[in-house]
């Protein structure tokens, strides 16, 4: 690629953007802790939000053996219970699912992908980062003041978050609303990072539709989340003032422990408006990086280009632009005008159609297609299914008649963790299997991974299938326990039990996968430039791991879209992005592909 | 909410319309070496600094826009809402923020045209505007607070320290990069080295005089 002219074949546009100049730090500490590198600052990201997101696993199995095993273990008692599900929902789903998809996949593969040498303001994307880790050091001081973390729920709904008696009500819950300021503020810095590098950063040729599936979801997640967190931080500061300064944002006339308290004709409707705003696009917000990493490693591994791409890009959009109207479904038994049931009710049920039209082509996708079995191939097919059943119980819960009563059960939770946390960490893992040999350059074991797959996917529906017909059963979410209760038979006793042993084994299966990570790391086989034959950028780099600046001295130059795999009349069942049309090696005649 | 939602309304469609721009009639799939003309070139006027500077404005009027839908909903919740008359010091206040804001404008105009002398005049003049703006909220929390609008008790209240703290809070974080650009300036940076600082603090001084002067206009008519 060393002269090109100007002829019609040959010609590539200058690039949009100069070459940017880049920090090249010497030290240790400016290369790997205060590093402006996305790369690094990606796995920054990935560490933090794992390490953050075993205190939360740990959580729920605490919260397990009190279901499973109620009146054993002295350690939990009501406040601790509450307090455990609180922080396990707070922090899987916007320090862990957030931050690793946004923070740790959107700074590793957006550069990369896009063929840039790093994103585009990159002392603020430090920046990002430090902010997010204090948030988190915030978050976990709340376990160690007095009266512990928070125990108002994840969606710690007034008046009760600013009641007396509601553990963590003595600091625990102010540390919660500042760690989410600081962490909302830290996903600004980044989130314009993500959004100016996908428009501004794309190297010559790589059109927005040539752009992979992965990039397009980060993207349209970063958009959603940059302008749905203000209503949070909104809420959280309202919150904060009526905490701390005795406004009255939220909080009602109300006696409280036989007292008038001091607060007067606030809305706790607001909060829950305000609240779900942001409640609801944070579900997309998890679930488009999902959906755009699962295309890309489909089709890798599948050996096809992905079906519809076009449509998956649309798809992509449609559902962040409904993900703003469907707020209230998260409100129906708060009570509301039945007009406005009705009205949310259709678009939650509109945003189906675009999900749909994405499952169908992830299946097309597979069809026909040369399926390599690889253990990122198999969390995929897992999210696949995963995500259908949990998105359709998502058609029952969305209609107000049949929400009301399942609304208060564990019909709800089985919902939910289906599919916006099982899901989605099944991308989470497929991603790291598949982009581990980059980042490391080396392989996963694949026996273990196997082990790993099959014993998350099978576990999960043990744990959360049952709590399906918990909740037609008409068991109540969020009790610490039963009891003696009339409706309540003794099977559910030990179905709990069984649950509470299913999830005790699945996370001990996650501790398998970190040893994986971590034993792979020195002794794993090595992996060598593209392993898994694929075509997009980040396989393209001259050394793996890629090097500080990514690629070479020059720029890639993208000549084709991410999916131009088993291509009739090409020699090799896959062409990388960068190789123009007249290098790619055609198939000799006597190849079966070749007609 | 109705606010919020026809802002992001605008906003969505305004990248939908683009989105459709660019993916149709595209052949995704073809495999072509890249043209001098690509669909999706934006204008050479939309720098990377403009580009991070327009989504955090975003952001920043996604903020507020929910804000006052709060404003809006509690307004209409309970009974309590007492209008509260914002202090005559506001009128003052406005003007010395627009008078900031011209500064600003003033230093882009001069560092366009390398005019070192009357950039750092602007960017003195901006600053400490913008400093007398601050200044004189806070008389004025003192002249409400004085005239019995306190804290706790009336929303109105409640709300207006809120919303006024909340827009010096973004003047706040506005001063601090304007205190990089004047450090840059006394070292003797060129004009035109700082130009893309200056034109961001101008930039962004003109949207938070609209912005306060919608907050403005909100706290004067409730």
Redesign the interface.
């Given at each position: 690629m060393a002269s090109l002219g100007h002829d019609?074949?040959?010609?590539?546009?200058p690039l949009?953007?100069e070459e940017m100049e880049l920090a090249h730090p010497k030290t240790f500490i400016g290369k790997y802790i205060w590093s402006q590198d996305a790369k690094v600052i990606a796995i920054q990201y990935g560490i933090t939000a794992t390490a953050i997101g075993m205190v939360a696993l740990v959580l729920s199995i605490m919260i397990r053996l009190q279901l499973g095993f109620p009146e054993t273990f002295s350690f939990m008692d009501p406040s601790s219970y509450l307090q455990s599900v609180s922080m396990h929902g707070m922090i899987m789903v916007v320090y862990l699912l957030t931050a690793l998809f946004l923070g740790g996949f959107g700074n590793y593969l957006i550069p990369l992908m896009c063929g840039a040498r790093d994103m585009?303001?990159p002392y603020l994307n430090m920046l990002s980062f430090w902010m997010y880790l204090l948030a988190v050091l915030v978050l976990v001081a709340s376990f160690f003041v007095p009266g512990g973390p928070t125990g108002a729920g994840w969606t710690l709904y007034p008046p009760q978050a600013i009641s007396p008696g509601t553990p963590g009500i003595d600091g625990g819950i102010i540390l919660m609303l500042v760690s989410l300021a600081l962490f909302i503020i830290g996903f600004?810095m980044g989130?314009?990072n993500y959004?100016?590098t996908v428009?501004?950063?794309r190297t010559?040729?790589m059109?927005?539709?040539?752009l992979p599936l992965s990039i397009w979801g980060i993207f349209m997640a970063t958009?959603l989340a940059?302008?749905a967190f203000?209503?949070l931080?909104?809420a959280a500061?309202?919150m904060l003032?009526d905490l701390l300064?005795?406004?009255?944002?939220f909080m009602p006339t109300m006696v409280s422990l036989g007292e008038q308290a001091?607060y007067?004709?606030?809305?706790p409707?607001?909060f829950q408006?305000?609240f779900w705003?942001f409640g609801h696009p944070e579900v997309y917000i998890v679930a488009l990086p999902a959906f755009g990493i699962v295309s890309d490693v489909l089709a890798t591994h599948a050996r096809r280009?992905i079906f519809g791409?076009?449509m998956m890009?649309?798809a992509l959009?449609a559902i962040?632009?409904l993900s703003?109207?469907v707020w209230a479904h998260h409100m129906y038994v708060s009570g509301m005008n039945p007009y406005f049931g009705f009205l949310f009710a259709t678009t939650t049920l509109i945003i189906a159609v675009p999900t749909a039209l994405k499952v169908y082509n992830w299946v097309l996708t597979l069809w026909h297609g040369n399926i390599q079995l690889t253990v990122p191939m198999l969390f995929c097919i897992g999210f696949i299914f995963t995500f259908v059943n949990g998105g359709l119980s998502g058609l029952f819960l969305g209609n107000v008649t049949v929400d009301l009563p399942l609304s208060d059960t564990y019909f709800v939770v089985g919902h939910f963790h289906m599919v916006m946390a099982v899901a989605p960490i099944m991308v989470i893992f497929a991603a790291i299997y598949h982009w581990y040999p980059l980042i490391t350059g080396r392989m996963l074991d694949n026996t273990l991974g196997k082990i790993h797959f099959w014993v998350t996917l099978l576990g999960t529906y043990a744990i959360y299938y049952p709590m399906h017909y918990m909740g037609f059963a008409g068991v109540p979410r969020r009790y610490y326990a039963y009891g003696e209760t009339g409706f309540i038979s003794d099977s559910v006793a030990t179905l709990n039990s069984f649950i509470s042993i299913a999830a005790i084994v699945v996370a001990l299966a996650q501790l398998l996968f970190i040893y994986n990570i971590v034993v792979s790391r020195t002794r794993g086989e090595k992996a060598g430039r593209n392993p898994w034959n694929a075509t997009t950028l980040e396989w393209q780099t001259e050394h793996v791991p890629p090097h500080h600046g990514n690629f070479g001295p020059e720029l890639p130059?993208?000549?084709?879209?991410p999916?131009?795999y088993a291509v009739p009349g090409a020699k090799h069942d896959f062409?990388p992005q960068n190789v123009?049309?007249e290098d790619?090696e055609p198939a000799s005649a006597d190849d079966p592909k070749a007609d | 909410m109705t606010g919020t939602l026809v802002f992001l309304a605008v906003l969505l469609a305004l990248c939908l319309g683009w989105i459709v721009r660019q993916s149709i009639n595209v052949r995704p799939w073809v495999a072509e070496t890249p043209g001098p003309w690509a669909p999706d070139r934006l204008p050479p006027a939309a720098t990377a600094a403009r580009v991070g500077l327009g989504v955090f404005l975003a952001v920043v009027t996604s903020f507020f826009m929910l804000s006052i839908s709060a404003y809006m909903m509690r307004m209409e919740s309970g009974n309590d809402w007492l209008p509260v008359s914002p202090p005559g010091l506001l009128w003052v206040n406005t003007v010395v923020l627009v008078m900031g804001s011209l500064a600003l404008q003033l230093a882009w105009n001069a560092a366009r045209h390398d005019d070192p002398k009357r950039l750092r005049f602007g960017l003195l003049a901006g600053g400490a505007f913008t400093i007398l703006f601050i200044i004189g909220q806070l008389a004025a929390w003192r002249q409400l607070y004085g005239d019995g609008g306190f804290l706790t008790g009336n929303p109105a209240a409640s709300f207006f320290y809120l919303v006024t703290a909340l827009h010096g809070l973004h003047l706040l974080g506005g001063l601090v990069a304007w205190g990089r650009t004047l450090a840059r300036v006394r070292r003797g940076d060129t004009p035109a080295r700082i130009l893309v600082s200056v034109e961001l603090c101008a930039l962004y001084w003109h949207f938070l005089l609209l912005l306060w002067l919608g907050l403005f206009v909100l706290l004067l008519s409730t």
């Open positions: 019609a074949t040959s010609y590539a546009p949009e953007m585009v303001f600004t989130g314009l959004i100016v428009l501004q950063a010559r040729g059109t927005l539709m040539r958009v940059m302008l203000p209503a931080l909104v500061l309202m003032m300064l005795g406004t009255s944002f001091g007067d004709g606030g809305s409707l607001l408006h305000l705003f280009n791409y076009r890009v649309w959009v962040g632009g703003f109207i130059i993208v000549y084709r879209w999916y131009d062409i123009p049309p790619v | -």
